[in-house]
């Protein structure tokens, strides 16, 4: 699955929510373009990102951490230390969907969703910093989501989460531009992945009662290009943003929606 040369060939390049969906399509995107691997994923996930190591080769190597405790995730970091030497590329991808109303929505969901999706994203860039700085290079790439500038009902928690993602990327961005580090988000719409299973089972529940399949059909109908993305379309983004070509974008949230347009 590896290939010897390509645009990351010698750069290491770290993973978070790397065992399914867009986690899984950037990491073999980065596979094929010469990169040595760090696939990330929590201990639920712990023979899923085991067997993306082994499909992707001898350059891919599994790690099992908590993005949301600080300690694993400097160990995580640390087996990069140990494992590679360098970090070239860290990609925050874990990420996780609750949806409630709001005289439902109890202060533990609450605290999942943001320590997950945001707190994680933070330690995650904390970590990385910390080895690029040194090195006055490096490529920190953080998921948003549209839902960062354009929520939708029952998720409280999960647009909160993202839109910090948002404005923390644009900080540090700032901060870090003068040791030759980029930081920039990704922001996925409609994408074909298990998270969007979820969501169209939730929101059609709520929003009347729908049958499977009828929300997704009607949210995809809105599309300008007519379909939904696949986690393909986010890996292309992703590694577009840790290449050179992409030297001069920083503090940027990058939207992959199929041309909609956002508020």
Known sequence: MTSAQGRFHDQVVLITGASRGIGEAIALRFAREGASLVLCADEDRVESVARAAREIGARALGYVFDVADAAQVEGAYEFVDHE????????????????????????????????????GAFLCCQAAARRMMPRKRGRIINAASG????????????????????AMTQSLALELAPHGITVNAYCPGVIETEMWSYNDREWGQRLGGRPPGEFYREVVSRIPLGRAGTPDDVAGLVAFLASDDAAYITGQAIHVNGGTILR
């Not at 996780?96 to 202060?107: C, P, Q, V």
């Not at 839902?147 to 948002?166: D, L």
Request: a negative charge; one cysteine or more.
């Open 84 to 119: 590679y030497g360098n970090l070239d590329v860290s990609v925050h991808n874990a990420g996780l969907i609750r949806m409630s109303r709001l005289a439902e929505l109890s202060e533990d969901e609450w605290d999942t969703v943001l320590d997950v999706n945001c707190k």
């Open 147 to 166: 839902q960062a500038v354009q929520a939708r009902p029952f998720t409280p928690h999960y647009a909160a989460s993202k839109a910090g993602v948002v």
